[in-house]
Nanobody, 129 residues
Framework: QYQLVESGGGLVQPGGSLRPSCAPSGFILDYYAIAWFRQAPGKEREGVSCIVSTGGSINYDDSVEGRFTISRDNAENTVDLLMNNLKPEDTAVYYC??????????????????????WGQGTQVTVSS
């Protein structure tokens, strides 16, 4: 059983930055694809970014290109999402998720969990003046 814990959300003004972190409980994140998702009020959950075990990464959402960066901190055994130039439309609960059965980041169509089988509890990010 894999457990993930997110931290580092909060309230920030437009244009500000946050760095949510995803930490495992009792295992090493290095071997797995880890993704960040978000769900805004009244909207469906959507993919944000994903990083594979070798360090390659993708952004699922074009709106975060150039603003968000996903990375691994091997010393701390975390996967972080550096979010710069935040906008009110980035307001959401942010979740990290792990895929245990395949190393890639492709989103599985028709699966409400997008093929990611372990999820954290989420951290709230609010962008408001």
């Amino acid at each position: 059983q894999y457990q993930l814990v997110e931290s580092g959300g909060g309230l920030v003004q437009p244009g500000g930055s946050l760095r949510p972190s995803c930490a495992p409980s009792g295992f090493i994140l290095d071997y797995y694809a880890i993704a960040w998702f978000r769900q805004a009020p009244g909207k469906e959950r959507e993919g944000v970014s994903c990083i594979v075990s070798t360090g390659g990464s993708i952004n699922y959402d074009d709106s975060v290109e150039g603003r968000f960066t996903i990375s691994r901190d091997n010393a701390e055994n975390t996967v972080d999402l550096l979010m710069n130039n935040l906008k009110p439309e980035d307001t959401a609960v942010y979740y990290c998720a792990l895929r245990s059965w395949t190393p890639g980041c492709d989103l599985e169509a028709g699966d409400q969990n997008f093929g990611f089988d372990y999820w954290g509890q989420g951290t709230q990010v609010t962008v408001s003046s």
